[in-house]
């Protein structure tokens, strides 16, 4: 049974309304937040149009704003877009969905000003921006829009997206649009893509295609910028409306060369039931030439080879990915089509490949992923001097994932860090490797030996013999 000091609702209720009452206007009081939230809370009692009307009324105060957007500032602003948002999807869209539209066209409206007037915390804004797009296809579907406003709505916006937020805007409109208002959006941009255009001076580097990393360049094909938002655009018509063919004809001819984007092909393709294309799409790459085929070409190839009934292939191709690159998912799809107990021998012979291969930090990085600690732990036991510490995107989590069970591991990598911030002298990470130093002391009395390495006292003895000067680390063990 919880407390009665426990903050729940029900022992709030006892407090009684007028004492909550009282606490709401003490706790909002300095909180602009605070206070639209109750506004809105208010406004309820009277129906969604006076809900409508607040969140109306802060979106234009939102759209009147000047002032910059410091960093400190984008969380204010991204709850209060968030708050906006949810109070028009979940409570105006439910009583009237073709103001609750209108309300979060006005919301996504809002974007060009903010980011206009702001440096900081972009991606977190986006984030926001983007799901509002989610959130106006969902209300498009129930509101009784025209398809032609709706369509002409959309490519106004995709048209004009300085900054990204429109990715996603076609397919969350689809079911609103249908097969006709995607015509008609389709109609749009072929007749703003046929209108004179100036070319600036300063965009002479073309774009092949899209790919799933974003654009793929091309220095001697010039694309306009427009050019190529059509053809993006063109292209989500075509997945929407599942135009295999569309799609591929919006490819040039050299784009279909480049791996990502023939294993977009290709995948379109096998899900059409076209394996052959398919095959012949991801051959138009020159594999010869090149051996880092991106992941995505590796995983339309064996499913392309799975489709025509070439197992055996595919296997052996599962295979010969994983020894090249450790790649987690090639030897999982690998193992999942063994029987039974041969997969326990193929799983110790890929770990024996693993233990040996000659990056020891994308072995490491296999085993986390796998996950399989025991082996991490050998592989860095075994080969610690090989350790880079300035790898900080993986050895903080490789310290952690073996520091429970396997502590002269972590030790090793820990270590690692540390010498790498001290021998390079890396003064702004000084406090990381004290850190790291203090979790070197709280392993060390549980291992019980350190082969061939220096004890934690010998070890810390010799950083004060090669580093003692380095009074800005060392005051931070004091």
């Not at 392309?304 to 790649?327: D, K, M, N």
């Not at 987690?328 to 193992?335: D, G, P, R, V």
Request: net charge negative.
């Amino acid at each position: 049974m919880a407390a009665k000091t426990t903050l729940n609702a029900k022992n709030l209720e006892s407090l009684g309304t007028q004492r909550l009452a009282e606490l709401l206007i003490e706790i909002s009081t300095g909180s602009a937040a605070h206070k639209r939230r109750l506004r809105i809370e208010l406004a309820g009692n009277h129906g969604s149009v006076e809900i409508a009307r607040e969140v109306r009324k802060r979106l234009a105060s939102i759209a009147r704003a000047r002032t910059f957007i410091n960093w400190h500032k984008v969380k204010a602003l991204k709850s209060d877009l968030e708050t906006q948002r949810k109070t028009i999807m979940e409570t105006v869209a439910e009583d009237n969905p073709e103001e609750a539209f209108e309300l979060i066209w006005q919301l996504l409206a809002l974007a060009d000003s903010i980011f206009e007037r702001s440096n900081a915390g972009s991606e977190s804004l986006i984030q926001s921006f983007q799901q509002a797009c989610e959130d106006a296809g969902v209300i498009a579907a129930s509101a009784k829009i025209e398809i032609d406003v709706l369509a002409e709505k959309v490519f106004r916006a995709v048209q004009d997206d300085a900054y990204g937020l429109y990715e996603n805007l076609i397919a969350a409109m689809t079911p609103a649009l249908g097969h006709a208002g995607l015509d008609r959006l389709k109609n749009l941009l072929v007749q703003w893509s046929e209108e004179p255009e100036d070319k600036p001076a300063e965009d002479k580097r073309a774009v092949l295609g899209w790919g799933s990393g974003g654009p793929i360049y091309e220095d001697e094909i010039y694309v306009t910028s427009r050019e190529l938002t059509v053809r993006i655009a063109l292209q989500e018509i075509a997945d929407a409306q599942g135009d295999v063919d569309a799609y591929i004809a919006l490819q040039p001819a050299e784009t279909r060369k480049v791996p990502t984007v023939a294993a977009e092909i290709a995948d379109r393709l096998l899900k059409a039931g076209r394996a052959e294309e398919a095959f012949d799409a991801l051959g138009e790459v020159d594999t010869r030439s090149r051996g880092d085929l991106p992941l995505e070409w590796q995983l339309a190839h064996v499913a392309t080879l799975e489709a025509l009934g070439r197992a055996g292939e595919a296997q052996a191709y599962r295979w010969a990915c994983f020894e090249q690159s450790l790649h987690h998912q090639h030897l999982k799809a690998f193992l999942k089509r063994l029987p039974d107990f041969d997969d326990i021998e193929a799983e110790e012979k890929a770990f024996a490949h693993a233990q040996a291969f000659p990056d020891i930090h994308r072995a490491l990085a296999f085993f986390l992923n796998w996950p399989a600690p025991v082996e991490a732990a050998k592989l860095v036991i075994s080969r610690k001097a090989e350790l880079d510490g300035d790898l900080y995107e993986l050895m903080p989590p490789a310290a952690e994932a073996l520091a429970e069970k396997h502590p002269l591991a972590a030790t090793f990598v820990l270590r690692s860090m540390i010498d790498f911030t001290l021998d390079s002298g890396r003064s702004s990470r000084y406090k990381y490797a004290a850190r790291h130093l203090a979790d070197c002391a709280s392993f060390a009395p549980h291992i019980d030996d350190f082969g061939n390495a220096k004890s934690h006292d010998a070890y810390v003895a010799d950083l004060k013999h090669r580093h003692g000067k380095k009074h800005g680390f060392w005051s931070l063990l004091t």
